[in-house]
């Protein structure tokens, strides 16, 4: 870690989210008005507080908006104000490209259960003359003032949220520090009461699909639905189900969950293979038995839609959703994922004989 350097992380652990969201400027961020509205009346009216938590779902854009905040008041050509950073200053460019000497941004590394002391305070050797804590009470190079993005903010443990604590307590002038977390709750209420509380929400299907579609995660705004679709407009779903096994299996059970007759033995091995390439950790197992349930209730329901003139056709598919709703409630409880998938598929097959009888 340098003094100068203004990127403070063992491993770029989420800088491929990040770069994957890129956006340059506020024309391309898509959505969080409130949040937007908060920071662009502050700027405004000279009022802007030193600490703001953001929490929201996973990957809805909660960086990159201190990213792009970064960039409005370090660009050297238009004013805050203005809400439009040019994108071509020195300010602007730098903000792009990490490189920024006042813009100082810390995440957990990949390995690490916690953001390690050293980024916040300096390693033994060099206690309080490195980490953030300290580079953000250096003069500003450059800019008007420091700007810190402390990303992961949920995995602060004790000691770190109290050395955080004295710089919350007195924050340099005009300073400015962005903790990104989850909910609010993961921070201590010591933290939580200093902070400018910012929230921000899922996106709707149609952001969602705006976004996938300007990511190029999907080739055409249908396929950018349906994947909006399913995944409820959650862009870390989706870009779970873009890897490329995951795509390809996708469209497997997609087609499996179709078919008729639906054939249960063959449904549940494909979903254990796809859950077996995951390896042995149970949590990521069973995060992908729910994905891939998931993506079974959509296809029922894409068929609901099409076969509500159907009565007989539609009490099966409604009996296929409650089980997969009822199955999907099930997988954190059962610790024997193979029975749980052996009985949700017969039961799906069976679904049809019974509307049969
Ligand atoms: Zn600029």
């Given at each position: 870690?340098?003094?100068?350097?203004?990127?403070?992380?063992?491993?770029?652990?989420?800088?491929?989210?990040?770069?994957?969201?890129?956006v340059s400027d506020w024309n391309d961020f898509i959505g969080h008005e409130g949040p937007q509205a908060s920071i662009r009346q502050a700027i405004g009216s000279s009022r802007l507080a030193s600490t703001f938590l953001l929490v929201g779902p996973e990957s809805v854009g909660k960086r990159t908006f201190a990213r792009l905040v970064a960039k409005t008041l370090f660009c050297k050509r238009n004013d805050p104000s203005q809400w439009q950073p040019c994108g071509r200053c020195d300010g602007c460019v730098q903000v792009d490209a990490s490189t920024h000497p006042d813009l100082v941004e810390v995440n957990k590394p990949a390995d690490r259960s916690f953001i390690p002391l050293e980024l916040l305070i300096g390693d033994r050797e060099s206690r309080n003359q490195e980490g953030l804590c300290h580079q953000i009470h250096l003069s500003p190079m450059e800019g008007r003032r420091k700007v810190v993005i402390l990303d992961d903010a949920d995995y602060l443990n004790e000691e770190g949220s109290n050395c955080l604590l004295k710089t919350l307590e007195e924050p340099p002038p005009d300073s400015l520090l962005f903790l990104v977390g989850s909910v609010e709750q993961r921070q201590l209420p010591t933290i939580r009461s200093r902070c400018q509380i910012l929230r921000f929400t899922s996106f709707t299907i149609p952001q969602a699909t705006q976004l996938m579609l300007r990511l190029g995660m999907a080739s055409s705004h249908e396929a950018a639905t349906q994947l909006a679709m399913l995944v409820q407009g959650d862009i870390a779903r989706a870009r779970f189900w873009l890897e490329p096994d995951a795509q390809a299996f996708r469209q497997q059970l997609w087609d499996q969950c179709g078919e008729t007759p639906l054939d249960a033995i063959n449904l549940s091995k494909s979903v254990e293979t796809f859950v077996g390439h995951a390896g042995e950790d149970a949590a990521i197992r069973r995060g992908r038995i729910r994905e891939s349930l998931r993506v079974a209730i959509e296809r029922f329901r894409s068929d609901l839609r099409a076969r509500l003139h159907d009565s007989r056709g539609s009490a099966i598919l409604r009996m296929r959703i409650e089980r997969s709703i009822e199955a999907e409630t099930q997988v954190d409880r059962n610790a024997?994922?193979?029975?749980?998938?052996n009985a949700w598929a017969a039961d799906l097959q069976?679904?049809?004989?019974s509307s049969a009888s």
């Open positions: 870690m340098t003094s100068k350097g203004s990127k403070t992380s063992g491993q770029a652990a989420t800088a491929d989210a990040s770069a994957a969201l890129h024997n994922q193979s029975a749980l998938l069976a679904a049809s004989r």
